[in-house]
């Protein structure tokens, strides 16, 4: 029989003479009582490779790969974490119904937390939006609104995971098919009871949860995923990465992230050491677990978070995180500009070794690691940058960052709390653009646009009370006006005060000498500048940076004290005098 095909136009048109029934129907489940979303899934969106007409997610007979999402590690019923958020991909087979189309739909859904999470796709050619209502314990409610990027044209930058194929009646197709997590904020304190979904043709849900909040937690070191090259290849080899802590605690736990990847990692077993000297650990390393076993393995755009260790955690202190990779890794995301020796060891599992002896190969990225958190604290203030914060021109090994310098001038004062500080700056990054695409092996590491990696690197650090967005020089030096900066910078602090965050921005530093630093470049610069200072931009603060740093007989450069010599990037004296600037008491929502 011949397949009739729809134009996309015909659908809108029946969709839009269907409305009242659509309506009529969704009205009569909200009259019903809430139920779980597997017992309302309408639609088959996965197939196998050998039996493609299993499942048509978007209405052409196209589907998912079963084969390659359970290459990439989603199989059914598997739990993912993906920004904070434990989903779990439906526990069905091929050409089973396993995802729900929205139209208003009530989900029985219970927990606390400062987020809602969702696995999401759209089928409709663009993103689809739809509002949405959340339902609490106590009878209130609180709305929302739900974006879903398409499955075959949305972002790759901001993809949960993304597959080889998509299944057609005619055959596999060589496209990249993707899936997205999409969080909502939620009212601080209340239980949820249960979420009624948009009404929005082509919004596909797969799975929802609350994202609980982290009280008892601080972020104490954070670090940001800039994109996915090759590494090594690792086989059986033990990673020895040092990294620094702001504030201190009694307990610890880590995070691991497979951002941007297209294939699981396993991780055999981890620690955690005070470092003594380079790869050499004070006292014995302590095994951290994952759910109770010695290792894990982390899905492909996944994360990881090991369990809570008693392990007293040092202030303004170096530590050894080491883990065993036993598997061949060839490729890995990675923060690339570390300013740190980290190391690499021979072949084996030395996680527990306190020697240095068996790292004989140094590091100067951090693949795979992205926090580590401390029991207690008072949350943590989040600095969203590029280079400058990212440390680079800093002296290597020394932590004169200027967020460490901030850290340890938080920690030497009791006016404010001592909040953990995160650098999740990464070198090479701008507001409004992508360096990195988002997907595959690259050999550019200066991540996705701060818009885009806004919701990973801010919204889901641990604790977050606080962020400082001190980004646009790469902008305006590669052409961006500042305009589109601008724009950026506004969308960044309306998301962060959707979610309850005190939004502070900092003024882009003079560069003048620089290569790309040419007068147009700074004019709009200074553009960007005036309307951060104008009071206007929707920030909650300023910091002045540029006025700390810039010659005064010659606003457009760095004054010379300060600057490491390449006339972009400050030096120690410069960094710390930026951090040296910030009244701590503006940190303080």
């Known amino acids: 029989m011949r397949r009739r095909v729809w134009s996309s136009a015909v659908v809108l048109a029946l969709f839009a003479a269907l409305v009242p029934s659509v309506s009529a129907q969704a009205a009569t489940e909200r009259r019903a009582e809430p139920l779980p979303l597997a017992r309302l899934f309408d639609n088959k969106a996965v197939s196998d490779d050998a039996r493609p007409a299993q499942a048509d997610f978007d209405g052409s007979g196209a589907s998912l790969s079963a084969q390659d999402l359970s290459a990439a590690g989603w199989t059914p019923g598997r739990a993912l974490t993906v920004q904070g958020a434990r989903l779990i991909w439906p526990n069905r087979q091929p050409g089973e119904p396993d995802n729900v189309r929205a139209y208003g739909q009530d989900v029985r859904v219970h927990g606390r937390g400062n987020a809602l999470a969702f696995l999401v796709a759209g089928t409709a050619g663009t993103e689809v939006s739809g509002t949405g209502t959340v339902v609490y314990a106590d009878g209130t409610r609180s709305g929302y609104s739900l974006t879903a990027p398409d499955w075959r044209t949305g972002p790759l930058a901001t993809k949960a995971v993304a597959l080889p194929h998509i299944n057609t009646p005619g055959g596999q197709v060589a496209e990249r098919p993707r899936l997205y997590v999409m969080t909502v904020p939620l009212v601080a304190g209340r239980e949820v009871a249960s979420v009624r979904l948009p ?58 992230d497979n951002t941007f990847a297209a294939a699981p990692v396993r991780i055999g077993s981890a620690t955690v050491a005070v470092q003594e000297a380079g790869a050499a650990a004070r006292g014995t390393p302590v095994p951290v677990s994952f759910r109770g076993a010695a290792g894990v393995e982390i899905p492909a755009g996944a994360q990881a978070y090991s369990d809570p260790l008693s392990f007293q955690v040092p202030a303004d202190t170096n530590l050894l995180v080491s883990f065993h990779l036993p598997r061949t890794v060839p490729a890995a995301p990675v923060h690339r500009l570390a300013q740190q020796r980290s190391y690499v060891s021979g072949p084996g599992d030395h996680t527990a070794d306190g020697s240095a002896a068996p790292y004989g190969t140094v590091l100067t990225s951090w693949p795979l690691l992205t926090g580590v958190d401390v029991g207690g604290g008072p949350g943590s203030v989040v600095l969203l940058g590029d280079s400058i914060t990212d440390g680079d021109k800093s002296t290597m090994d020394a932590n004169r960052r200027w967020p460490n310098v901030l850290a340890t001038r938080l920690l030497k004062q009791h006016v404010v709390p001592r909040y953990g500080v995160l650098n999740q700056g990464i070198s090479g990054n701008r507001v409004v653009s ?94 960007v500048n005036e309307w951060i200072r104008s009071g206007v931009a929707g920030f909650d603060g300023v910091l002045d940076f540029d006025a700390v740093v810039r010659d005064p007989a010659r606003p457009s450069r760095m004054l010379p004290a300060y600057d490491s010599g390449d006339h972009l990037h400050p030096g120690d004296a410069g960094l710390a005098a930026l951090a040296e600037s910030v009244d701590l008491r503006g940190l303080v929502p």
């Open 434 to 527: 992508d360096r990195y695409p988002g997907d595959g092996v690259s050999t550019d590491t200066a991540g996705v646009s701060a818009l885009y990696r806004f919701d990973r690197d801010v919204l889901a650090q641990t604790s977050a009370r606080t962020v400082v967005v001190f980004e646009g020089v790469n902008d305006v030096r590669w052409g961006t006006t500042a305009e589109q900066v601008i724009a950026g910078l506004r969308a960044i602090a309306d998301r962060g005060h959707a979610r309850g965050l005190r939004m502070l921005a900092a003024t882009i530093l003079p560069c003048e000498g620089e290569v790309r630093c040419t007068a147009a470049a700074d004019a709009e610069r200074v553009k």
């Open 199 to 256: 009404l929005a043709l082509g919004l596909h849900v797969f799975a929802l949860a609350v994202r609980a909040a982290t009280p008892g937690w601080t972020g104490s070191w954070a670090t940001a995923t800039g994109g996915y090259p090759t590494v090594g290849p690792w086989t059986d080899r033990t990673l020895r990465l040092v990294v620094h802590t702001s504030a201190g605690g009694p307990r610890v736990r880590l995070r691991f």
